[in-house]
């Protein structure tokens, strides 16, 4: 069983940071993909940014130059640096992890964490 356990989320004002963290515990393969997708309100679920176990990152257009995706293999750990954040960021923030069984990928998601952008 693997868990996903988030920290970070809160109330910011705009222009201001956060950082997410998520650490995953259980059975996780080597070969993953951890990442970062969020839901307002009213709106699917989006992604935010990912992060392969090799370290090549991708990410949202929305995002490009405020926010980064990073991650430490040696504790299963992914982070989400955000900065400049605008209100229109304001959702709920998932983690997942993508773990390769050798045939295909396992999803696991973390219980989600609330980002609330607002003066």
């Known amino acids: 069983q693997v868990q996903l356990v988030e920290s970070g989320g809160g109330l910011v004002q705009p222009g201001g940071s956060l950082r997410l963290s998520c650490a995953a515990s259980?059975?996780?393969?080597?070969?993953?993909?951890m990442g970062w997708y969020r839901q307002a309100p009213g709106k699917e679920r989006e992604l935010v940014a990912t992060i392969t176990s090799g370290g090549s990152t991708n990410s949202a257009d929305s995002v490009k130059g405020r926010f980064t995706i990073s991650r430490d293999n040696a504790k299963n750990t992914v982070y989400l640096q955000m900065n400049s954040l605008k209100p229109e960021d304001t959702a709920v923030y998932y983690c997942?992890?993508?773990?390769?069984?050798?045939?295909?990928?396992?999803?696991?998601w973390g219980q989600g964490t609330q980002v609330t952008v607002s003066s």
């Open positions: 997942k992890v993508a773990s390769f069984n050798g045939l295909g990928y396992d999803d696991y």
């Open positions: 259980g059975r996780i393969f080597s070969i993953n993909v």
